[in-house]
């Protein structure tokens, strides 16, 4: 975790972000500016850069091709890991090169330490599919649908061992993600495009993060509509987030 100045430090930043609760920072495109302008972290890996742009409402990002370029909070300011957490973003792939089959645009991430155990999921997108990989970069569920035709609401919600997906507020896949010890507590989370094999071009309007604790805990649809698909992996060896973010965007 970051040391006490650090973190207020974040807060002072994020003091003209949309705060819509005490746990939940939102970036919406509709102010004009770029995420990085209202606290968000953004990491560019590439020369020539990737470009960033806010027009009509839509954040634009083009990675190019072999590019890591995406923002991060990390931590969330004043939350706690034990509450989970969940990360939505609005979002539209414009197109998608990869040159891996478990990498693509990056259409966000998650994780959380609760002081036991920390664990992160990421979700990516091809032109015709998402999928989410584990915190130990296993793929651990894909639902297949058409990312281009329009702008669609990806929400990860993740508690300890436990994640669900959700496209448009309807859940396409869920289960369990690797774990491992941990002595931090806190959330992290980000969006763009995560990896140096895939080089995409995505729009975005809003992307929200916060604790789970703040929206009634695990959005559980009714039984009849369940859809999960359950991938049971137990981990014991220390990583951190800072070890897990550099497998990721390998």
């Known amino acids: 975790m970051l040391p006490k100045t650090a973190l207020l430090a974040s807060w002072i930043l994020l ?62 300011p004043g939350t706690l890991g034990n509450d989970g957490i969940f990360v939505e973003a609005t979002a539209r792939v414009i197109d998608e090169q990869h040159a891996r089959g478990d990498r693509g645009a990056g259409l966000s991430h998650a994780g959380h330490a609760d002081d036991v155990i920390e664990s992160g999921v990421d979700l990516y997108a091809w032109e015709d599919r998402i999928f989410l990989n584990d915190s130990n970069d296993i793929t651990v569920g894909t639902h297949f649908m058409d990312t281009t035709d329009a702008l669609h609401a990806y929400r990860i919600e993740l508690l300890r061992t436990r994640y669900w997906v959700f496209v448009d507020d309807n859940l396409v896949l869920g289960g369990t993600s690797q774990v491992y010890p941990t002595t931090l507590n806190g959330i992290e989370g980000g969006f763009g495009d995560g990896s140096i094999y895939s080089g995409s071009i995505t729009e975005w309007t809003k992307i929200t993060i916060g604790s789970l604790a703040d929206i009634g805990g695990p959005t559980i649809p009714e039984p009849s509509t369940l859809i999960l698909s359950a991938f049971a992996i137990l981990g014991f060896a220390g990583h951190g987030w800072r070890r897990r973010q550099q497998k990721r965007y390998a």
């Open 15 to 76: 003091n003209t972000a949309t705060m819509t609760d005490a746990d939940i920072v939102a970036y919406d495109a509709s102010s004009g500016l770029l995420p990085q302008s209202v606290g968000w972290t953004y990491t560019d890996q590439a020369t020539p850069p990737a470009t960033a742009g806010v027009s009509g409402g839509i954040l634009t990002l083009d990675s190019g091709v072999g590019n890591r370029a995406t923002w991060d909070l990390s931590p969330v």
